[in-house]
């Protein structure tokens, strides 16, 4: 590797955020949760295999140098099948308006996009950009101004490097015809508890929140949420150390009565029920919610 002949002269800015680059080293059959609420996370795999999870879809493989995306709000995991080394990319948002325009820009394929989570491959020229990054880390040269200039890059690299329709299909979830109010959706349906406080966030009125709410999301915002708290209580369901107690705290609710409720409305059964089917790789039986968030 090159060296960095001029650090000393270096002055380092903070880094205390959880946003940026990380560099992993991990032994076989090693675990990784990635349920950071605020969160987006790209998982690049530079050695070795790992089995990657995310909300419903279970049991992906990704490859070495292969991709995945993991979006904010998700139940996002990784086991490694061998050792590996691994590149951890988080971040809150997009940062240019040209980062931006090309999401905005993907939402017309989106009729020709049935999305599965699955990995696409590293294309030149991703490996020099990890090796020099890791560089960069190695030698403590690790602070926010190095991880905002290489976020610019990575996706300068994405949007020069790899078809529109693969951008699409890896990004979809956060995809949308007006970028900036389905990332505030995103980013605030889980904290709020009537559908009134997203339209306040939102500075609209009830009447055209619900009107603008539709073109995007395809439902009301009503309903569009139930869907998502759903898809959230079944994949936490789904987990073997869940717990009631934990999930109806997560998602506001107010009593074990509303939760057998609310599960029996969007599954057509118990809590206990859809646990017992989970677990036995039965889910589908029971589940009618859409799994997917357009």
Known sequence: MTNLPNLE????????TLSGFRYLEAEEDTFLSFHQEDLHHLIFILEGDVIAGCNEFKNQTVK?????????????????????????????????????????????????????????PFRTPMIEFFD??????????????????????????LST????????????????????????????????????????????????????????????????????????VRNCLSEPDATFSDIMRKYNFNSATHFTRFCKQQFGCTPSDLVRQLRKGEGHRCVHTQESSQ
Request: aromatic share 14%; proline share 5%; charged share 20%.
């Open 9 to 16: 002269e270096h002055i380092p800015c903070s880094n205390e």
């Open 64 to 120: 070495e140098s292969e991709f995945v995306f993991f979006p904010k709000q998700s139940s996002s995991s990784i086991q490694t099948c061998s050792p590996c080394k691994i590149i951890v990319f988080a971040f809150f948002s997009l940062k240019t308006s040209h980062e931006k325009q090309a999401f905005q820009s993907y939402w017309k394929l989106f009729p020709n996009i049935t999305y599965v989570f699955q990995p696409l």
């Open 132 to 157: 020099l990054l890791i560089l960069y880390m190695q030698k403590q040269v690790d602070c926010a101004c190095l991880h905002e200039i290489k976020h610019q890059e990575l996706f300068l690299i």
């Open 161 to 232: 490097q790899y078809p529109k329709e693969e951008l699409a299909g890896l990004f979809y979830p956060i995809i949308g015809k007006s970028f900036e109010f389905r990332c505030l959706i995103l980013d605030n349906y889980l904290k709020v508890h009537r559908v009134d406080e997203l339209a306040h966030l939102s500075g609209m009125g009830r009447t055209n929140f619900d009107n603008k709410f539709k073109a995007e999301f395809g439902s009301s915002p009503h309903q569009w949420i139930l869907k998502q708290k759903a898809k959230h």
